[in-house]
């Protein structure tokens, strides 16, 4: 796969309607916009963005509402799905297209998938890294969440009260960093016990946390630059996401059990812990995603499939756009 160099890669903001999104690009053709996730940013797509743009296309990679250049609005309502969906309409007219795929992993995954459902005018397909869809609609998710922990609390609970997880992270953003994104790696293994997603009654996430070296996918300057982003803006942004899903739920109710019907892809790693509590959600995948054209689990992969395994990802993206109808 041919592919241009970093060197190529221009970044810029443009307007949204919480003020900016900053975007890095690279490339010319059809637009293919990429969405992070939690806790990252446009730097997540770093290998991605060269490939794309050496087989043909306008890759453009934003730092999501509330993440490294863009703007961070205070208050958490600000971070519901739906102004997240505005914030890549945005982005897609100001690039001056009129149509875009869109490409998410974990957050990021979550949000195309409803830019796909609410926006297909604009969303032509859409390309879900780690996290399935799952349709709007069913229980109130905090009451979900609150009783999947037993004991113990499951980690989007943990996240929901403002300067809590703030109190963890921020005295330490690289060590924290370093320890989650080796928890959710491949290097990790599926966890015996309750892992980093459960927290024990006064403890911290990072508790749970393995030690020692960063994985393999993951180098000292890589940290760098995704620490470096956290400390200079803090973490209330990125965690006000997980602090709106009743918002969502809300917000949503018109498209309970609405399927995503454009040509989709889903790609994870086969050792993402995720997949195990979302099993139903990827078995739903002939009703929910009736457009599924590609389907591909990653052996030896875990949670950060696009950086863990780069290459693999970039041709399989590649394959799938090239075979989506002009």
């Known amino acids: 796969m041919p592919q241009t160099s970093a060197a190529d890669r221009t970044h810029r903001l443009v307007p949204s309607p919480a003020g900016r999104v900053h975007l890095a690009e690279q490339g010319d053709g059809p637009l293919v916009l990429l969405l992070h996730g939690f806790p990252e940013s446009w730097y997540a797509w ?29 208050a958490a309502a600000d971070y519901r799905m739906l102004a ?18 869109v490409v998410g992993h974990d957050w990021g995954a979550s949000i195309a998938a409803v830019c796909a459902l609410v926006r297909p005018d604009v ?36 996240f929901q009260e403002p300067g809590r997880a703030e109190a963890e992270i921020e005295p330490d953003v690289r060590g924290w960093l370093a320890g989650f994104y080796t928890a959710l790696s491949a290097s990790a293994g599926r966890p015996d016990g309750p892992g980093p997603y459960f927290v024990a009654r ?42 709106s899903m009743d918002r969502d739920w809300e917000d949503l109710t018109g498209f309970a059990g609405a399927p995503v019907t454009q040509p ?14 979302l099993a139903d959600a990827v078995e739903a995948f002939p009703v929910t995603l009736p457009g599924l054209t590609a389907h591909h689990l990653l052996d030896d992969c875990g949670h950060f499939v696009q950086q863990e395994r780069p290459d693999e990802t970039s041709r399989l993206l590649v394959e799938w756009l090239a075979g989506l109808p002009d």
């Open 46 to 74: 770093r290998h991605q963005l060269p490939a794309l743009a050496g087989a043909g296309y306008r890759a453009v990679a934003v730092d999501l509402r509330g993440y490294g250049r863009s703007s961070r609005p205070a």
């Open 84 to 101: 997240l969906v505005e914030d890549a309409v945005a982005v897609v007219e100001a690039l001056g297209e009129e149509s875009a795929v």
């Open 123 to 158: 969303f032509r397909a859409v390309g879900l890294l780690s996290v399935p869809y799952t349709p709007p609609g069913g229980p109130r998710p905090s009451d979900v969440f609150a009783g999947m922990g037993g004991d113990e609390e499951f980690y989007v609970s943990y």
């Open 202 to 243: 006064g403890g911290r996430m990072r508790d749970r946390f393995p030690q020692g070296r960063l994985p393999e996918w993951l180098g000292e300057a890589d940290l760098d630059v995704f620490a470096g982003e956290f400390e200079r803006t803090g973490m209330t942004g990125a965690l006000n996401r997980y602090r």
């Open 264 to 277: 989709s892809l889903f790609l994870a790693g086969r050792l993402d812990a995720s997949l195990a509590w």
